[in-house]
């Protein structure tokens, strides 16, 4: 069964840094590329960040380049985002999902339960 | 970046009703789309890939259509389980991009 359980989160005042990680079980991570999906509270999902299978290939929304870094490790089967100078409007549940794609990018089919980023002084 | 749109933004449908949801892309996308439904508290459940093809588990009466930048979601007859709120996501080209969501409540 595959699994992803993200963890990290918490309420920082702005400015200030938080990293978010996900640990995943039940398929072959150094496979797959992995996502980064955020929601703030009552809005619609924000596709974040997305890393390919081998981190060759990193890619960011505009409202995060610069201050949001996405990493792997295969070895831990772990996903992270490392978020720097955090904004009020980052405040939001952040998932982590799979990509279904071989070694390629295509549709998240399996999402964590997300983790809660609260960005208020 | 390619922007996403779907309409209607809500509906009320009755259980048994056919429902029909579309997303449109800002440029050609080819069949690079997905959509996914979520229910409140829950996260996004993946119902169809490359527009048109349901992953395993998900029930035949949903469906995918597409034409041009236009994309079609069609639930055949709504179940109860089925009302919540459905998105868009185009995995064309980087970044991807959501559509804003179409929200199906009961009638």
């Known amino acids: 069964e595959v699994q992803l359980v993200e963890s990290g989160g918490d309420l920082v005042q702005p400015g200030r840094s938080l990293r978010l990680s996900c640990a995943v079980s039940?398929?072959?991570?150094?496979?797959?590329?992995m996502h980064w999906v955020r929601q703030a509270p009552g809005k619609g999902l924000e596709w974040v960040s997305g890393?390919?299978?081998?981190?060759?290939?990193?890619n960011y929304a505009a409202s995060v380049e610069g201050r949001f870094t996405t990493s792997r490790d295969n070895a831990k089967n772990s996903l992270y985002l490392q978020m720097n100078n955090l904004r009020p409007e980052d405040t939001a549940l952040y998932y982590c999902g799979k990509d279904r794609g071989l070694r390629d990018y295509d549709s998240i089919d399996h999402w964590g339960q997300g983790t809660l980023v609260t960005v208020s002084p | 970046a390619i922007q996403m749109t779907q309409s209607p933004s809500s509906l009320s449908a009755s259980v048994g009703d056919r429902v029909t949801i579309t997303c449109r892309a800002s440029?050609?996308?080819?069949?690079?789309l997905g959509w996914y439904q979520q229910k409140p508290g829950k996260p996004p459940k993946l119902l169809i890939y490359a527009a048109s093809r349901l992953p395993g588990g998900v029930p035949s009466r949903f469906s995918g259509s597409a034409s041009g930048t236009d994309f079609t979601l069609t639930i055949s007859s709504l179940q109860p389980e089925d009302f919540a709120t459905y998105y868009c996501l185009q995995d064309y080209n980087f970044p991807f991009t959501f559509g804003p969501g179409t929200r199906v409540d009961i009638k």
């Open positions: 039940g398929f072959t991570f150094d496979e797959f590329a």
């Open positions: 890393i390919s299978w081998n981190s060759g290939s990193i």
């Open positions: 440029q050609g996308i080819r069949n690079d």
